[in-house]
């Protein structure tokens, strides 16, 4: 697996420490919530996106992709009115700009708040979500970055785009490469979906894969469906990042350590 990140929600803080122990342990990538990088989003701009990018390339660290770019921002609705969906395409502007500058090609959209159907059954809102995913696809792509389209489920308050098979379709329905498939182990899972029927259905046009637990957890008590992906990784030429997805644990570098150890030992 030479291709292996680990995103930057699983420590606050002591960038440095962190990224030497990633180049120890044979990481080579950091998927970034840019929120993270400077606290705000105000502070947010091209110079404090190029420094974090130099201090992860210091370590031999490249920025795989971006995640929670609307963190923070319940108001940028999907399916929101006229007014709200152009302040969404603004800020996905921004992010893919971000992106471009730390040279990620891929933005994980999940973002369940900021995917609510507000009043609309799930095949109205499934047309509008499609014609607003190809606008905001032709907006990253201006950037030569993708959005990961990733399926939430409805334990994590997911009430469209629920299911990996439905992701897989509106992709194939864009049919854009600012569209991207993604895929994640903990929101397939949750969704009671075969994780090993997910990989094997859709791994020709997979172009980014989370390793995560339920509920974001650390790597300590491990799931039994990380032995299926892996197995079905296996059988299959997908060659994207593998990016580690866990939230911070009470002691970051020991958490960090163990999962990777764990992953590695698991999916390599």
């Known amino acids: 697996m030479n291709k292996l990140a680990i995103s930057n929600l699983a420590w606050t803080g002591d960038n440095f420490k962190v990224f030497k122990l990633l180049s120890k342990l044979g990481v080579t990538g950091v998927e970034v919530a840019p929120g993270k990088i400077t606290g705000d989003w105000a502070s947010l701009n091209e110079k404090a996106m190029s420094l974090f990018r130099e201090q992860c390339e210091d370590y031999g660290l490249m920025i795989s992709s971006f995640q929670a770019f609307l963190f923070g921002k319940p108001e940028l609705q999907l399916l929101g009115d006229s007014k709200c969906f152009a302040a969404l395409k603004h800020h996905i502007a921004f992010i893919a700009q971000m ?109 980014h894969f989370h390793i995560s637990q339920p509920q974001l957890s650390n790597f300590a008590a491990v799931n039994e469906y990380h032995n299926e992906a892996a197995s079905a990784l296996n059988g299959c030429d997908y060659s994207g990042w593998h990016c580690i997805e866990m939230l911070e644990s009470d002691s970051p570098l020991e958490g960090i350590e163990q999962a990777i150890k764990v992953v590695k030992s698991i999916y390599s």
């Open 99 to 207: 992106a471009q500058i730390a040279g990620a090609t891929v933005l994980v959209y999940g973002a369940p708040k900021n995917r609510l159907l507000l009043g609309y059954d799930s095949s109205e809102g499934t047309l509008i979500a499609v014609e607003r995913l190809a606008t905001l696809a032709e907006i990253c792509w201006g950037y030569n970055v993708s959005l990961g389209l990733e399926a939430v489920p409805p334990s994590y308050g997911g009430e469209i785009i629920t299911s990996y098979k439905e992701s897989y379709r509106i992709v194939e329905q864009v049919n854009h490469p600012g569209l991207v498939f993604h895929l994640d182990t903990g929101c397939t899972f949750l969704n009671n979906d075969s994780i090993a029927d997910a990989i094997e259905d859709t791994w020709k046009q997979m172009k």
